[in-house]
């Protein structure tokens, strides 16, 4: 049976939780050179009171040898299950399979994480994940990862 698991951690990175209101707000942009791929994600961070400033992480996803990356609307990436399997609201998740009970893994592997909104998933592999940084006061997701790109 396979089920999502809501995450806060990946590896030693703490992402803060995705604004989950119909306002969420995900931008990205993928890079290629011949030493690695990498996906940069902005994404919008849960707010406590909506005086608090508008705040997007930045979060880098990259792999040496090929980053996966899948997205399409939630209904057909869960139709792709063959058991009945539920997201139950936008956020970072890893699946975990119960099939032969071996769920050891080495470090040096690649890891997959599913980034929900409310209307699609994006399922990524990657071998390393850094968070970057948070911009506040931007529009939208475009503009925040757009300003993060340009001090890099």
Do not use: W
């Not at 990175?13 to 902005?42: C, K, R, V």
């Not at 956020?91 to 599913?114: L, N, P």
Request: some cysteine.
């Amino acid at each position: 049976m396979t089920q999502f698991i809501s995450v806060t951690h990946i590896g030693s990175n703490q992402l803060p939780p995705m604004e989950d209101d119909s306002g969420s707000d995900i931008a990205y942009f993928i890079m290629q050179n011949e030493s690695e791929q990498t996906l940069h994600l902005a994404y919008s961070v849960k707010r406590d009171f909506l005086s608090v400033p508008l705040t997007y992480n930045i979060v880098k996803f990259s792999c040496a040898s090929c980053l996966e990356i899948h997205q399409m609307p939630i209904e057909e990436y869960l139709d792709g299950f063959e058991e009945d399997v539920s997201i139950p609201q936008p956020g970072f998740y890893q699946f975990q399979a119960h099939d032969d009970g071996s769920e050891d893994q080495d470090e040096d592997e690649t890891d997959i994480v599913v980034i929900v909104d409310r209307e699609k998933v994006m399922e990524l592999t990657f071998e390393k994940i850094e968070r970057l940084s948070d911009i506040y006061h931007s529009a939208d997701a475009r503009t925040a990862l757009m300003s993060a790109l340009s001090t890099l």
